[in-house]
Nanobody, 128 residues
């Protein structure tokens, strides 16, 4: 059974940075694509970024984080990261990582329904 554990959330001032980590266990991580989502109170689950199982340059970013957030992965450490810079108060949300098996190395998955495994979430709060 795949387990995902997020860490790195917290309280930061606007303009600051945080790096979220998502450690995976229970699967061959290098065969799993990954994504980061967030959910603010009263809002839906939004995809922030996605990365293929190979973790090469094939990534996806939502428009509202382009140029500020970077998704990456280290398959040797079974971990996917989300580097968040220039944080804004509207980035305040619970952040979730998600993974799923990917038969095609270069495939990106862009819908929440595409993912089979989810972490418990980590709170990010950005103060103004």
């Amino acid at each position: 059974q795949v387990q995902l554990v997020e860490s790195g959330g917290g309280l930061v001032q606007a303009g600051g940075s945080l790096r979220l980590s998502c450690a995976s266990s229970g699967a061959t991580f290098s065969t799993y694509a990954a994504g980061w989502f967030r959910q603010a109170p009263g809002s839906q689950h939004d995809l922030i970024a996605a990365i293929t199982r190979s973790g090469s340059t094939n990534t996806y970013y939502a428009d509202f984080v382009k140029g500020r957030f970077t998704i990456s992965r280290d398959n040797a450490k079974n971990t996917v990261y989300l580097q968040m810079n220039s944080l804004k108060p509207e980035d305040t949300a619970v952040y979730y990582c998600a993974t799923r098996y990917s038969a095609v190395p270069g495939h990106l998955f862009l819908r929440g329904d595409d993912y089979d495994y989810w972490g418990q979430g980590t709170q990010v709060t950005v103060s103004s």
